[in-house]
C-alpha cells in the first residue's frame, strides 16, 4: 500500500455505484464494440458528433445512490476507447466537443459533494484513440496500431499522468481511483504516489501501476461455495454490474436477477470485501426502467440488512455449517443465510450459548432458538445453536436473509471444536 492505507472511510462504506458512460451508449451494444465489432477508428470516432444526453442529471443519479443506501459512487471517465468525460486539455476527444458541451464528470462530481457520497473515478489505461498507446493485439487491444498513429510509452504515460492529475486536481475531493487494464504490466509506483498527494484520502486499486490500496474480483469470482468461509487476503472491492452482457448501455440486455445480485453481495460482503454494482445509462443519459427496478429491489433490501455488513468483521470460520456465512460486531452476530435455502431453520455448529435475542433484519421480527442435542450432531453428545421461523416467503423468494444474534457476551465466539461437527 506505500505510504497510503485503506481509508477510514473505504472501511464502514462497503455499497458503491458504478457508472459505465461514454459514446458506446449510442449504439447500445457493448462499452467495447469498437473492438469487439472491429469499428473502424475514425467511424467510432464520428459517435462523438451524436452524443447528446440531454437527460443526464447527475443529482438524479446521487439521489437514487443515497436511497439504495450506497456510500460511494465511482464513473468512467475514460474507458477503452480513449473518449472522455470532462474538460480535458490533453485530448480534443472529449465530451466539450460534442452537442452536449457539458462536463459530466463535474457535474457528477459536484453532485456527490453536495449530498456526502464519496466520488470515485475510473481510468483505463488502454487508450483504443490516443497515437502513442501501442496497440499490440493483447487482451483489450486494437490488433496494431492505426496509420498515423506512433507508438511511444513514455509519451503515452505523460499524456496519462497528465490526465489523471487534471481529474485529482480539478473536481474536489477524490476518496476513489479506479485504474483498468494496464495491459503491459508497466510498474512504476510514483504514479500512485504522485496521486495521493494530490489526494491523501482517496484509495486507489490494484490494477495500475502498483498492488494499490485493494484487490478487484469482478463478476461470478466466487463460484465455490466451499470457499465461503475464508477471508480475503487483503482489502477487497467486488464489481459487477446489473446486465450479463454489458457494462455500458445495451438496448437488448440480458439482466441478473435481483436475488442473485442480493446473493452475489452478501457473500463478498460476509468475506468482508466491498461491492461496487455497475448500471450504464442510456443514450440520453437516463439509467434505463429495467435497471432501476434491480436496484430498487437491491436497495430495499440492502438498506433493511446493511447493519450486518457496515463495520462488521467475517467471521464464518466460528461455524461448520457452509450454508450460512457469518460477521461480527462485538457481542453481535449475523447469520447471513445464503439461498437457496434447505430449511426454515439453521444450525451453528459448534456453537450452543443462547443468544438473548434472535431478529430477521429482513422483516424485523423475531425468531425461536434453542441448544439442543441434535439427531445429526449425535457423535459429538454436544449441544448446537438451532434458529427457527425463517419465513416461508421469504425462503421461496431467494432474497437473502440476515438473522442478528444478540449475546451477553462476546466470549460465545471463542468456543473450538468445529471438527468435531464436519462429517
Same mark, same amino acid.
Given at each position: 500500500?506505500?505510504?497510503?492505507?485503506?481509508?477510514?472511510?473505504?472501511?464502514?462504506?462497503?455499497?458503491?455505484?458504478?457508472?459505465?458512460?461514454?459514446?458506446?451508449?449510442?449504439?447500445?451494444?457493448?462499452?467495447?464494440?469498437?473492438?469487439?465489432?472491429?469499428?473502424?477508428?475514425?467511424?467510432?470516432?464520428?459517435?462523438?458528433?451524436?452524443?447528446?444526453?440531454?437527460?443526464?442529471?447527475?443529482?438524479?443519479?446521487?439521489?437514487?445512490?443515497?436511497?439504495?443506501?450506497?456510500?460511494?459512487?465511482?464513473?468512467?471517465?475514460?474507458?477503452?476507447?480513449?473518449?472522455?468525460?470532462?474538460?480535458?486539455?490533453?485530448?480534443?476527444?472529449?465530451?466539450?466537443?460534442?452537442?452536449?458541451?457539458?462536463?459530466?464528470?463535474?457535474?457528477?462530481?459536484?453532485?456527490?459533494?453536495?449530498?456526502?457520497?464519496?466520488?470515485?473515478? !475510473?481510468?483505463?489505461?488502454?487508450?483504443?484513440?490516443?497515437?502513442?498507446?501501442?496497440?499490440?493485439?493483447?487482451?483489450?487491444?486494437?490488433?496494431?496500431?492505426?496509420?498515423?498513429?506512433?507508438?511511444?510509452?513514455?509519451?503515452?504515460?505523460?499524456?496519462?499522468?497528465?490526465?489523471?492529475?487534471?481529474?485529482?486536481?480539478?473536481?474536489?475531493?477524490?476518496?476513489?481511483?479506479?485504474?483498468?487494464?494496464?495491459?503491459?504490466?508497466?510498474?512504476?509506483?510514483?504514479?500512485?504516489?504522485?496521486?495521493?498527494?494530490?489526494?491523501?484520502?482517496?484509495?486507489?486499486?490494484?490494477?495500475?501501476?502498483?498492488?494499490?490500496?485493494?484487490?478487484?474480483?469482478?463478476?461470478?469470482?466466487?463460484?465455490?461455495?466451499?470457499?465461503?468461509?475464508?477471508?480475503?487476503?487483503?482489502?477487497?472491492?467486488?464489481?459487477?454490474?446489473?446486465?450479463?452482457?454489458?457494462?455500458?448501455?445495451?438496448?437488448?440486455?440480458?439482466?441478473?436477477?435481483?436475488?442473485?445480485?442480493?446473493?452475489?453481495?452478501?457473500?463478498?460482503?460476509?468475506?468482508?470485501?466491498?461491492?461496487?454494482?455497475?448500471?450504464?445509462?442510456?443514450?440520453?443519459?437516463?439509467?434505463?426502467?429495467?435497471?432501476?427496478?434491480?436496484?430498487?429491489?437491491?436497495?430495499?433490501?440492502?438498506?433493511?440488512?446493511?447493519?450486518? !455488513?457496515?463495520?462488521?468483521?467475517?467471521?464464518?470460520?466460528?461455524?461448520?455449517?457452509?450454508?450460512?456465512?457469518?460477521?461480527?460486531?462485538?457481542?453481535?452476530?449475523?447469520?447471513?443465510?445464503?439461498?437457496?435455502?434447505?430449511?426454515?431453520?439453521?444450525?451453528?455448529?459448534?456453537?450452543?450459548?443462547?443468544?438473548?435475542?434472535?431478529?430477521?433484519?429482513?422483516?424485523?421480527?423475531?425468531?425461536?432458538?434453542?441448544?439442543?442435542?441434535?439427531?445429526?450432531?449425535?457423535?459429538?453428545?454436544?449441544?448446537?445453536?438451532?434458529?427457527?421461523?425463517?419465513?416461508?416467503?421469504?425462503?421461496?423468494?431467494?432474497?437473502?436473509?440476515?438473522?442478528?444474534?444478540?449475546?451477553?457476551?462476546?466470549?460465545?465466539?471463542?468456543?473450538?471444536?468445529?471438527?468435531?461437527?464436519?462429517?
Amino acid at each position: 500500500m506505500g505510504e497510503n492505507t485503506v481509508g477510514e472511510w473505504f472501511s464502514s462504506r462497503r455499497l458503491g455505484l458504478f457508472i459505465h458512460f461514454g459514446l458506446y451508449a449510442i449504439d447500445a451494444w457493448h462499452e467495447q464494440a469498437q473492438m469487439r465489432r472491429r469499428v473502424p477508428r475514425r467511424e467510432y470516432e464520428g459517435l462523438a458528433s451524436r452524443f447528446n444526453p440531454d437527460k443526464f442529471d447527475a443529482e438524479a443519479i446521487v439521489r437514487k445512490a443515497l436511497e439504495l443506501g450506497m456510500e460511494y459512487l465511482c464513473i468512467t471517465a475514460k474507458h477503452h476507447d480513449g473518449f472522455c468525460l470532462w474538460a480535458t486539455k490533453h485530448t480534443d476527444y472529449n465530451v466539450m466537443n460534442t452537442p452536449y458541451k457539458k462536463d459530466i464528470i463535474g457535474q457528477v462530481a459536484d453532485a456527490c459533494h453536495r449530498h456526502g457520497l464519496a466520488f470515485g473515478i !475510473y481510468y483505463s489505461v488502454v487508450d483504443w484513440h490516443h497515437p502513442n498507446y501501442p496497440n499490440e493485439g493483447r487482451h483489450h487491444e486494437l490488433p496494431c496500431p492505426g496509420p498515423d498513429d506512433r507508438p511511444d510509452w513514455d509519451k503515452y504515460m505523460s499524456y496519462l499522468e497528465g490526465q489523471v492529475t487534471e481529474l485529482c486536481s480539478n473536481y474536489g475531493e477524490v476518496r476513489h481511483f479506479f485504474w483498468d487494464m494496464n495491459v503491459p504490466g508497466f510498474f512504476d509506483p510514483s504514479v500512485n504516489e504522485s496521486l495521493r498527494r494530490l489526494q491523501p484520502g482517496m484509495v486507489i486499486n490494484d490494477r495500475g501501476f502498483d498492488p494499490g490500496d485493494f484487490g478487484t474480483p469482478e463478476r461470478e469470482y466466487d463460484r465455490d461455495a466451499g470457499s465461503r468461509h475464508s477471508k480475503f487476503g487483503r482489502p477487497a472491492e467486488a464489481c459487477n454490474s446489473v446486465g450479463m452482457q454489458s457494462w455500458g448501455y445495451r438496448g437488448d440486455e440480458d439482466y441478473y436477477l435481483p436475488q442473485f445480485l442480493i446473493r452475489s453481495i452478501a457473500m463478498f460482503m460476509s468475506k468482508g470485501a466491498h461491492y461496487l454494482l455497475n448500471v450504464g445509462p442510456a443514450p440520453d443519459g437516463t439509467l434505463p426502467k429495467e435497471a432501476c427496478q434491480i436496484l430498487d429491489q437491491i436497495g430495499s433490501w440492502y438498506v433493511r440488512t446493511m447493519e450486518a !455488513y457496515s463495520d462488521t468483521t467475517p467471521c464464518s470460520q466460528l461455524t461448520s455449517n457452509g450454508d450460512v456465512m457469518l460477521t461480527r460486531r462485538g457481542s453481535t452476530l449475523y447469520v447471513h443465510v445464503i439461498p437457496p435455502v434447505k430449511s426454515g431453520s439453521v444450525t451453528l455448529p459448534p456453537l450452543s450459548d443462547m443468544p438473548q435475542e434472535a431478529v430477521l433484519l429482513n422483516t424485523g421480527q423475531a425468531l425461536e432458538c434453542s441448544s439442543e442435542t441434535l439427531p445429526s450432531f449425535w457423535e459429538t453428545g454436544k449441544p448446537v445453536l438451532r434458529i427457527r421461523g425463517l419465513p416461508a416467503g421469504l425462503t421461496a423468494s431467494g432474497e437473502t436473509m440476515v438473522v442478528r444474534l444478540s449475546f451477553a457476551n462476546p466470549s460465545v465466539f471463542n468456543q473450538t471444536g468445529i471438527s468435531e461437527f464436519v462429517g
